[in-house]
Structures are given as structure tokens and as C-alpha cells.
């Protein structure tokens, strides 16, 4: 081994990446074979400021994965591992059994000398189904995870981390391999059929071992890639947002002329720690905060329109909205638990608001559609429900934003209203080091996009324009699962102390103030979707006409919509991409920036404007087809703006995997694939991608039969059953109920009293 010296060598450190394979008997060879070939470990510490300790890990990329059989056993569910493949360095091995990949794990561990201080980093690809084998095998030190049964890392006692690979992407295998740059390995696909029944004694063609190396040695190649540009293992972060975060925070504290300079820390440092929240303006913050409006125009859904529809969507939504509008909350909010006529107009015009209110006899103003979300309501009266958006209630209550208030406004009247628990700020832009890192990175990807040699740090720049808006929403008191021989929340005697959990969240929020690292600012996440959903609604508005019958608004989804007639709106789209365009000037301008970067321009010469509102694929007539949000079906038109899509069938159904279902319904229904589309359609187990997890938590054992007729012995401490399952498209009584009054009726009013 080296030294525990960091070491600032830059590597791709993978030298036997093939479909080679040892057995767990040889892993004493394998490991001083790769130490050997790499000239020694590094090994880099780590200070963990939590745990006040320091910490040693082996910079080399390791990745291992499991493959499982799902059987019913007495008509019960079961779940066995049957193979695994553990990869270090590009050496694979490969083997059977559950002994013996603990025996290659001591061989490892006394090999590099392992221990609750000294780690080796294991990538998994969705840890979570692992981690369901091994919880109960394993003991574990250090288990972190946001959702239930969803680790992100998992420490276990032997110095191995495993960490999740898919939450660090969000990619699939297939799409992580896409993505290599330095590394191309295909991810094999069709090899294994997971409905036959194998156990660790069923025998294993070459081709289906190399199903399962592959998968390792994607991963693998991944971390060497990422260990390469990051710097050294431990700067990997956990998520793909950990990347704009590091990014962000660098920016906002370094000055990049002279790094040593600690003034703009300073500067930056004061203006943050005068931004502060209190839990119950973060609990308000938090019912205010929406994401993206997906819905569907009721008088249009369920119909095939014998005209072409057009798609257009925003250009990078979420950071035009961080870049352009100077309507932020940048200052600690005045708090006016009863709020007057005057005081509330006054705090409109000139302030950055949220408020709780009160609407008595709210009604549409608009046909097409509604703004106002049932989930986010509370003691609501009477209410006509579309889709999960109120269309008419006697009364409501719930929490926005002055933004959301200009919008429904514009889409419902009331027969009056009441505010209170008014919180208003100064406003202002984002600060300029959050506004740079947004422009540079948008002008990066653009301007990286084809570019001979420079596909990893295209693929990069594009993942972190993807997640720059997920650092802003990061929860401050989110909730973190804990596991210590179970997970807590799955234990029959877990009881939650309100006075207990009041003062962690206190806690929390105080720790949060007075971070002296954070550089963001809670409210700004939830005037970001509220600015970006202001954009939408302005469309959407402009297409539904006067009357219901007139609406060329058919489909919205967060930063698209979908519509008849395009022609007839042509206008509002320019003018929008004009304003939009003075509004992003305007901006940097303020913040002295390069304006050349809001429309950067790809190698072949195409400008990318950031905020317009563009052109994004036309339907054939009769080719587009909604059922509700996240429900549509649809067939491009020969139009050449199409490009590859021209004459494509495509389906966006929530649950459903179009790369199997689409050709299953083109077979099945033909020429009447949009007929069929409707209400309980059902796609079988098999065509539907769709499956069924079930996590079996107790210990079992057995012996089972292959699909050869093979007898195997299996002992699982715990384990995940895995079904194909039917999907069948349904929509709620409610939502069909209120389809068949409001398109068999007149008028609204018909359907409203």
C-alpha cells in the first residue's frame, strides 16, 4: 500500500477491463495482481466533521452486483441470490454462493488491512435491492438513507462502504454505459431470462456470466471516470446534486482570480447569515412550495383532434427562472399574523410574499384548466375536484406565494378572501455567484455538445444543469430513515415524542443558520418553481380561449404544453421570447456578466437561447391522445423539424414502459391503437415493464427445483420477491365522473351547482 499521503496523480486507474473473470479462490491473486499493476493503493483520508474522525479509503473504483430468483414456495414469496460479481480495478471475480463472497471479502479485508477506519468503496447500482440481502448479513456501523429502505451508503464493521451508483446518476445501467466516455461497455441485454427459476447449483452458460460481469464492469468504469475527474474517491459526492453543490459553494466563497483571497468569503458569509428561517416560517415555506404543474385541459381529454398538435417547451426552465427575475426573497421576512387590505396590497407590489389565505366561493375564470392543487388545501368545502385540481369550492384554505396569487387571480374569481400569516421579504436577483454558475454551466453544455474529445465534460455540464435546481429544494429538516438491525420505522414498538421531534427540528434549524458553509437560502427554492409555473400559466392562459370549445390548450407538463393551432399563437411566443430575452439581459447586466452566454452556440453553429419558449415536435392528425397528467399517447407528423421521430409512435403513460408496451399495442390494436387507448386498458405482465417488490424481512431456507429440474439449497436472512405485474390504465371515479358531466354538459355552471 501507499502512503496515507494525498496524492494529486490523476488516473484512470483501470487496466484489466475485460470479460475475464477469476473465481473467489483466486481473490488473494486478484488483489495483488491489481495493487501490483497499479504500482500500490493510494489511500486518502478523510476528515468526517460529524463523527470528529478521520478516516482512510482505498482510491481505487470497486463495484459488485447480485443476481436474483423470484419463486412462490407453498404459496409463499420467495427471493434467492443465485450469482455475484464483485469487480476491483477491471479484475472481476465471480461466483455462486453467499459463502463465498464472504470469503472473499476476508481475503480482501485482511489483504488491505480493513477496518471501521481504513475502507474500501464498493459501488452497488441500486444498493437498495442489495442491501435487502445483505442487512441481515453483515453489521452494520453506518446506514444513511432519505427514503425507507433506500440507503445511499451503508459502513459495515469489515471497512467495506457500499454506496449507491444509481442515486449518484439517476441513470439506468444501460444509460450509465451510454454515458462513458474514456470506457465503452455496452450493457448486455436479453441474455437472462429472470422468469426461469435458478439457484446457486444451476448451471450458467458463458454468455449469461457475462450478462452479470458486465453490469460490474459498467459501474466499475464509471468510478474510474468520476475518480479521475473528481480528483480522488473521497470527492465523489453521494448524489448528482452533490456536484452543483460543490460547484456552487466554491463559487460563492473563492474569488477564481485569487483563491487566497478570503474577502469574498467574507462578504458572501455576511450576506448569508442574515438570511435565516424560523421552523415555523419553514413549515409555512414548505406548504407553499409546488413543483411543476402537469395537467390536462378536462374538455380535451380522452378526444383525437383532426388537426396536428404541437409541442413547445422552455429552453431550460428552472435556470431561466434563477437568472432572469429579480423577484427573490434576500432578506429575513416581517411576520403579520393578521394582515389588513392596505398592508396586503402594499406587500404585493413591492415584497416577495407568502401567506396563508382564505377564499370563500371560489369559481373558474378559465375554462381549460385549474392551478389550484387539492393536496396543498385544507379545510376545503364543497369542492369540485378535477384531476386533483380545484375547479369550484364553497370555501379553501391554503398557503402561496405572491406569484401563485397573481395566477389564480387570472384563472378563478372569489366572493372574497382573507390573508393571514403574511411573510414578506425584500426583493432582489439570486446573488450573482448563484446566477454564474447557472449562465456557465448552461453556455458549457451547449457549447461542449458534439465536440470531439470533450464528451465527458459534455455529459458532465449536462447532468449538473439537470440538478442545479435540486440543490435550491434540498430539505432542510428532512427526514433520515435509521437502521440498526432493522429499520426503525418498521419496528412495532417505534414511538415519535412530539415534544422530542419539535426540538430536533429546532435543532436542525438552528444548526442550519448558523452553518458557516451554506450558501443557500431555503425560500429561494420555492420561488423558483413558483417564477417557472408563472411561465407555464402564461401560456396556457393565451391558449384556452374564451369559451371551453375554443381551447387549443390541450396538455401541460411543468415547462411544456401541448396545442392545436399553433398558428394562432405565434405571437405570444414571440413576444414572450422577447421579453424573456430583455428580462435574462437585464439580468446580467446587473450582475456584470457575459451576455454572449444566454445564447451560446453549438460546434455546428446552432444559437441556443436560454428561457424561449421553442419548437418540440408536432403529432400527425389524429396522433395525440390524453387520458390526464402523465397519460398520453401520441404519432409525429412527417414534419422534418421531427427529424428521427417523423411517423413515431410514442406513449407516456406513469408506470408504464413504452419501449415494450408501444410494440405490444402497434401489434395488438393496429390501425386502432388510439381507439384502444381509453380508460382500463390493460397491457399484460411482460409488455408492461411493470413490477411488483415485495420485501421479505424474515429468514428462510429450502430446497427448490430449477427450470431444468436442477435441486438447489437456498438460505436468505432476507430478501426481495420480484413479479411482472399487469398495468392497467384507469383513472379515478372522481376524475371520470367529473369528465362525463362537464363534456356532456352546456355550460361549467352545469356541473358546479
Request: net charge neutral; proline share 4%; with cysteine.
Amino acid at each position: 500500500m501507499r502512503s496515507t499521503k494525498k496524492t494529486t496523480k490523476k488516473i484512470v486507474p483501470l487496466i484489466f477491463l475485460t470479460g475475464d473473470y477469476f473465481t473467489p479462490e483466486e481473490t488473494e491473486s486478484v488483489i495483488y495482481a491489481a495493487v501490483h499493476s497499479l504500482g500500490g493503493f493510494d489511500l486518502i483520508k478523510k476528515r468526517d466533521r460529524r463523527a470528529k474522525k478521520t478516516y482512510e479509503y482505498y482510491n481505487v473504483p470497486c463495484s459488485f452486483d447480485i443476481e436474483t430468483s423470484s419463486f412462490m414456495e407453498g404459496g409463499q414469496k420467495r427471493g434467492i441470490m443465485y450469482a455475484w460479481a464483485f469487480s476491483i480495478c477491471g479484475f472481476t471475480i465471480f461466483g455462486r454462493t453467499w459463502e463465498q463472497y464472504y470469503d472473499m471479502l476476508a481475503d480482501i479485508q485482511r489483504i488491505l488491512q480493513l477496518s471501521e477506519d481504513r475502507r474500501l468503496v464498493v459501488y452497488v447500482h441500486n444498493l437498495a435491492w442489495e442491501f435487502q440481502f445483505l442487512r441481515h448479513r453483515e453489521h452494520w456501523i453506518n446506514v444513511f438513507a432519505i427514503e425507507l429502505r433506500r440507503p445511499i451508503y451503508a459502513v459495515s464493521d469489515i471497512g467495506i462502504e457500499y454506496r449507491c451508483s444509481y442515486i449518484l446518476t439517476g441513470y439506468s445501467l444501460a444509460t450509465v454505459a451510454e454515458t462513458l466516455t474514456h470506457f465503452k461497455i455496452n450493457k448486455l441485454v436479453g441474455d437472462l431470462d429472470y422468469k426461469l427459476i435458478r439457484h446457486s447449483a444451476t448451471h450458467m452458460t458463458d454468455q449469461e456470466i457475462q450478462y452479470v460481469i458486465h453490469d460490474v464492469l459498467i459501474v466499475v468504469a464509471l468510478i474510474a471516470e468520476r475518480i479521475d475527474h473528481d480528483g480522488d474517491i473521497t470527492k465523489i459526492p453521494l448524489t448528482q446534486t452533490g456536484y452543483v453543490r460543490k460547484l456552487m459553494q466554491r463559487n460563492c466563497f473563492t474569488d477564481p482570480v485569487n483563491p487566497k483571497n478570503k474577502y469574498k468569503r467574507l462578504c458572501y458569509s455576511r450576506m448569508i447569515s442574515n438570511l435565516t428561517v424560523t421552523l415555523d416560517e419553514y413549515k409555512q415555506l414548505k406548504r407553499a412550495f409546488q413543483g411543476g404543474f402537469t395537467h390536462a385541459n378536462p374538455f380535451r381529454s380522452g378526444k383525437v383532434f383532426n388537426t396536428p398538435v404541437t409541442s413547445w417547451d422552455i429552453t431550460s426552465s428552472y435556470p431561466t427562472s434563477m437568472i432572469a427575475f429579480k423577484e427573490y426573497p434576500m432578506s429575513n421576512s416581517q411576520y403579520f399574523p393578521t394582515v389588513d387590505y392596505k398592508t396586503f396590497c402594499e406587500s404585493l407590489k413591492y415584497y416577495a410574499c407568502i401567506f396563508d389565505i382564505e377564499f370563500i366561493g371560489i369559481e373558474p375564470k378559465v375554462w381549460a384548466d385549474n392551478p389550484i392543487s387539492v393536496s396543498k388545501c385544507w379545510d376545503i368545502k364543497k369542492p369540485t375536484i378535477n384531476n386533483g385540481r380545484v375547479v369550484a369550492a364553497d370555501s379553501l384554505c391554503t398557503t402561496i406565494t405572491n406569484i401563485d396569487f397573481d395566477i389564480i387571480r387570472r384563472f378563478y374569481t372569489c366572493e372574497k378572501y382573507r390573508v393571514f400569516n403574511l411573510r414578506r421579504y425584500r426583493k432582489g436577483y439570486l446573488p450573482t455567484s448563484i446566477v454564474q454558475t447557472v449562465l456557465d454551466l448552461y453556455s458549457d453544455k451547449t457549447t461542449l455538445k458534439d465536440v470531439p474529445g470533450r464528451e465527458e465534460e459534455y455529459m458532465h455540464k449536462k447532468q449538473m444543469v439537470c440538478s442545479v435546481f435540486g440543490c435550491c429544494v434540498m430539505d432542510i429538516v428532512r427526514e433520515e430513515h435509521t437502521y440498526s438491525d432493522d429499520w426503525d420505522e418498521l419496528k412495532e414498538d417505534k414511538e415519535i415524542d412530539p415534544e422530542s421531534e419539535i426540538q430536533r427540528q429546532l435543532t436542525i434549524i438552528d444548526e442550519y443558520n448558523k452553518n458557516p458553509n451554506r450558501f443557500l437560502y431555503y425560500p429561494w427554492g420555492v420561488f423558483i418553481t413558483a417564477l417557472s409555473r408563472r411561465a407555464l400559466f402564461f401560456a396556457i392562459l393565451e391558449c384556452s380561449g374564451d369559451e371551453r370549445r375554443d381551447s387549443d390548450y390541450i396538455y401541460s407538463d411543468t415547462d411544456s404544453v401541448k396545442i392545436m393551432h399553433s398558428e394562432r399563437h405565434s405571437n405570444f411566443f414571440t413576444k414572450y421570447n422577447e421579453w424573456i430575452t430583455q428580462q435574462l439581459n437585464a439580468a446580467v447586466q446587473y450582475h456584470k456578466l457575459d451576455p454572449a452566454k444566454l445564447c451560446p452556440h453549438t460546434i455546428k453553429g446552432e444559437s441556443k437561447p436560454l428561457g424561449v419558449w421553442d419548437f418540440d415536435g408536432e403529432y400527425a392528425a389524429g396522433g395525440f391522445k390524453t387520458l390526464g397528467a402523465k397519460r398520453y399517447l401520441v404519432k409525429y407528423s412527417d414534419d422534418p423539424r421531427n427529424g428521427k421521430k417523423c411517423g413515431k409512435m410514442s406513449l407516456t403513460v406513469s408506470g408504464l414502459n413504452k419501449k415494450v408496451a408501444v410494440p405490444y399495442l402497434m401489434d395488438k390494436y393496429r390501425d386502432n391503437i388510439f381507439g384502444a387507448f381509453t380508460d382500463n386498458l390493460t397491457v399484460p405482465g411482460g409488455y408492461s415493464g411493470r413490477h411488483v417488490h415485495t420485501y421479505i424481512d424474515t429468514e428462510t431456507s429450502g430446497k427448490v427445483y430449477d427450470y431444468e429440474g436442477v435441486p438447489g439449497y437456498y438460505h436468505e436472512y432476507s430478501a426481495v420477491h420480484l413479479a411482472e405485474s399487469e398495468y392497467t390504465l384507469s383513472i379515478s371515479k372522481q376524475y371520470a365522473n367529473f369528465l362525463l358531466d362537464i363534456q356532456a354538459s352546456d355550460t361549467f355552471e352545469e356541473v358546479l351547482f
